[in-house]
């Protein structure tokens, strides 16, 4: 870095006789005196040779011989060797490669240092290590511990000693490993051993030991020592401000240290050297033995509140006792009750001492002043600056309110406590002149209307009568206000106080019953509507109940007008939430949701935005098949036919409308629905919709499969009739486990109760509370008959017993596998029934069953079927290709599941393995899930079915022939459709995304061509019933993608216009406004010409889209280019000091006048020929507006610049004065332009003489010498 120094003859005369006073003269010229001016070799001094260097006798020549400080070089290098026997890769085939080399790059990198290595003739490495000295020193080590062979010691120290070794932090041990580049252990705190272990070269080692060993020898030096000295006598060691212990310390340069007061302990300990030490222990003892015997005692009373005034701020006053008289003074702790004070000294001292004892317990006293609690905070004043005037003029006194107590307590020095005193009680007595109270008594109900809206009405009553008002909070329900302040103005407030409780007393209150639903609407997501009725009726105080007390009484209060306009007002309110908030369910079957729902949720979306209702769908992992609709009942009923539309259009769904009479409806649906609910599950669950209450409408809707509604209607009709005649209800309780079995295999026994009786049996739906409750409904004597044989069943029932019956062993397995699936079955079928087979591996074939009588009796009747089925049981071969079998599985394996269940019979699906004669036998999968079972070992026939292909079906003949027909159909058919092949990428869709769709919503597998094979024909893969669905699909998406296509096409037209380049800015605008306006205003994409690009036209701007969009465009460009030549630029000389007040922060000043004038304005750059020159472009007539704006701005600017600069001439100091004679500049003789040579002396104002920093210059011949 350079630096250049401006040298007048005053300064450099300075320098000079700084440097060297006593061998420089210098000249100084001034007007009174003129003298020989120094010659050059004084002026300039010579650098001193080589030789004067070296000579030691001779001083060097010139005044920058003087002391100057060598600047220590921040690189540094150091050179290491390492012997051949010591080094770690010997053989290596070529120097500089290999390990070696790797080591040294890592090094490198991680310390930042330079290596260069080099072998030497004896084969010994030479490492040279360039860097920082941290860098080098920890290069060092790494390249000792990575590239030389390492050995290892132990040194023997104290253990003791070690933390010493470590240092603090850790450091010194650092240190030392940088130091001599070894790695250095010390055993842990808790290892009894005293040896280190340092690992490194031998010379390293030897270095590390020798400092470890240093280290020791130094501690050993080191004593601890313990001396016991009377706790009262430790003040005297100490002595005043503790200097006397401290004195010691700094002689003998042994630490002292001597247990605080507050610690109840007498040892002293000392740390040292042993000799300097000793002398510390002999000084103090002998101090000691001194104070023992010329010492005496005194014991004082001192009232408690007293003693901290003796011992003062941070124990002085103690210590200046100490220091004064030479007396210790022993206070006894603040938690004693003890008020005597000892005093220790010499006899002759210790009255001295007692008299400044008592002097500083008087020096402060405690004082109080009778002063109104009330009066209190006036006393203190606002932020406290009353009492802060006090507090100035007397900082030690502390003054102390208590709340609820007349007084105030006054605590600091005696005289300064009573001038304290009088200001205090001067002020209250002004006080209690001037200001009054009163108490006023409104209910507290009350105060916070008084208080108004944020304190509104509180705080005008404040500054109207200058009065302070104290309303209690609402948690302490207390009636009592407070006025303080102006007596006058204490009278008005409370007047004008209790005229406002009087008229709220006289206010209304109006209870609006409105539903607590309709509470978080009426206030707002944020409160943003309450806000608004509350602004409306300012005077209205409206309430809402808590949300927890379930409540829907609003309460309004106020004025009576306001509470009625307020009250009519919300009252419309609450009715247009009533009419948008309708709500029907409507019952759609599950299967056809997806379709209401529509291709990416279209159809739900267009329902709900055109009959503008809220719809919601049940989740799809829901048993639910209710739709609800909300909105305006007009609305929701048009949302509903739309809904039921879709299904009816999509399913062979019937719809028969029934007419009961309305009276009877809330009886035929029940309590809770339970009535209505049973008739739809027994017909197969068609859906039953009954008109709303208290509409009048007869009407009830069936609808479901055309087989189910007219069952439903039979029964629904029968019901009325019986209910329009006399209906007559009885309710039964039986245990939820038998409910099953009361209603028999597919209802068979409910029905024929219900077929010999005539009466309606409803059982609890899994929703329902009460699980034990059955209803039976119907005619008072079929009623009673039905009863009577329902609870002899249940009776029955509840009559345990336990039975036995024989099962061949072989049969065991098929009841208990899949963890008793079967047992289970049995169980929940014939009222809980227990069925227990003998352990496996036991040969018994007893079979014990337990529970009610009848449900025994059944389940050994079902038991008995179930072998009779095994018995009767076949197995046939289902031959579908293996690449079909996950097909026919279906998710999970739930389609093959359903066969199981439908048909009873048992599928296993041979292993997925290719070879048909592997040696492992595959594992088969039985109704979807993986079994070992019923492997066929035969081998396959030349001819025969793939062994893979074979699945086997198990069950009854007629059974297994029905289920083998529902897998065939369950095989999937592949069609092909053509597809243009330059679609097919738009048909897979991004990432596949849209193949996907289409294979889950028509349930197929879509195959497209890989698209090297440049093939238009895909596969579509599924069931027969699928794929019609799918090419549909298919087809409409290549209609949509084509459409697209021709769209494209007629999107990419071009259009090219030319536009001097001059005007592409304007056009583009600031940060591209305008282009992108018109990009967004037309539709197109706008291209201008790249400027680096040399072979584009500059001129040519693209315009792509729409052809008719892109001549619209076009014309845009072509209208703001016309009036971009309409514009005129002109030049305005601007003073360029005014220009940064015309352009304001952050141009703000500038775009204001160009948005004002609608032109625009350039100032000229740093470095313009002319500073001042400011262009103006714009229309001509708003050119000249703006150019007269800135003209008079710059004459107002221009003044304030003026004046500043003139301030600015007297503000500057005298010494930057300039002197008004000319100057001769600095004058030197016998300078080498000066001698007989012909060369001239220097021109300053040459830039080749005196070149400026990084300019290039010509080479010229110069009079100091040749350039180098």
Known sequence: MSSVAVLTQESFAEHRSGLVPQQIKVATLNSEEESDPPTYKDAFPPLPEKAACLDGAQEPAGAWSNKIRPIKASVITQVFHVPLEERKYK??????????????????????????????????????????????????????????????????????????????????????????????????????????KITGTKEGIEKARHEVLLISAEQDKRAVERLEVEKAFHPFIAGPYNRLVGEIMQETGTRINIPPPSVNRSEIVFTGEKEQLAQAVARIRKIYEEKKKKTTTIAVEVKKSQHKYVIGPKGNSLQEILERTGVSVEIPPSDSVSETVILRGEPEKLGQALTEVYAKANSFTVSSVSAPSWLHRFIIGKKGQNLAKITQQMPKVHIEFTEGEDKITLEGPTEDVSVAQEQIEGMVKDLVSRMDYVEISIDHKFHRHLIGKSGANINRIKDQYKVSVRIPPDSEKSNLIRIEGDPQGVQQAKRELLELASRMENERTKDLIIEQRFHRTIIGQKGERIREIRDKFPEVIINFPDPAQKSDIVQLRGPKNEVEKCTKYMQKMVADLVENSYSISVPIFKQFHKNIIGKGGANIKKIREESNTKIDLPAENSNSETIVITGKRANCEAARSRILSIQKDLANIAEVEVSIPAKLHNSLIGTKGRLIRSIMEECGGVHIHFPVEGSGSDTVVIRGPSSDVEKAKKQLLHLAEEKQTKSFTVDIRAKPEYHKFLIGKGGGKIRKVRDSTGARIIFPAAEDKDQDLITIIGKEDAVREAQKELEALIESLDNVVEDHMLVDPRHHRHFVIRRGQVLREIAEEYGGVMVSFPRSGTQSDKVTLKGAKDCVEAAKRRIQEIIEDLEAQVTLECAIPQKFHRAVMGPKGSRIQQITRDYNVQIKFPDREENPVHSMEPAIQENGEESGEGRDTREAEPGSPRRCDIITISGRKEKCEAAKEALEALVPVTIEVEVPFDLHRYIIGQKGSGIRKMMDEFEVNIHVPAPELQSDIIAITGLAANLDRAKAGLLERVKELQAEQEDRALRSFKLSITVDPKYHPKIIGRKGAVITQIRLEHDVNIQFPDKDDGTQPQDQITITGYEKNTEAA???????????????????????????????????????????????????????????????????????????????????????????????????????????????????????????????????????????????????????????
């Open 91 to 196: 053989d290596m085939n070529q120097f500089g490669e290999g390990e070696q080399a790797k080591i040294c790059l890592e090094i490198m990198q991680r310390t930042g240092a330079h290596l260069e290595l080099s072998l030497a003739k004896d084969q010994g490495l030479s490492i040279m290590v360039s860097g920082k000295l941290d860098a080098v020193m920890k290069a060092r080590k790494d390249i000792v511990a990575r590239l030389q062979t390492q050995a290892s010691a132990t040194v023997t120290i104290p253990k003791e000693h070690h933390r010493f070794v470590i240092g603090k932090n850790g450091e010194k041990l650092q240190d030392l490993e940088l130091k001599t580049a070894t790695k250095i252990q010390i055993p842990r705190p808790d290892d009894p051993s005293n040896q280190i």
């Open 1114 to 1268: 076009r014309d845009a460009i072509l209208k703001i280019v016309g009036e971009l030549e309409q514009m005129v630029s002109e030049d305005v000389p601007l003073d360029h000091r005014v220009h940064a007040r015309i352009i304001g922060a952050r141009g703000k000043a500038i775009r204001k006048i160009m948005d004002e004038f609608k032109v625009d304005i350039r100032f000229p750059q740093s470095g313009a020929p002319d500073p001042n020159c400011v262009t103006v472009t714009g229309l001509p007539e708003n050119v000249e507006e703006a150019i007269d704006h800135i003209l008079n701005l710059e004459e107002e600017y221009l003044a304030d610049v003026v004046d500043s600069e003139a301030l600015q001439v007297y503000m500057k100091p005298p010494a930057h004065e300039e002197s008004k004679a000319p100057s001769k500049g600095f004058v030197v003789r016998d300078a080498p332009w000066t001698s007989a040579s012909s060369e001239k002396a220097p021109d300053m104002s040459s830039s080749e003489e005196f070149p400026s920093f990084g300019a290039q210059v010509a080479p010229k011949t110069l009079p100091w010498g040749p350039k180098r």
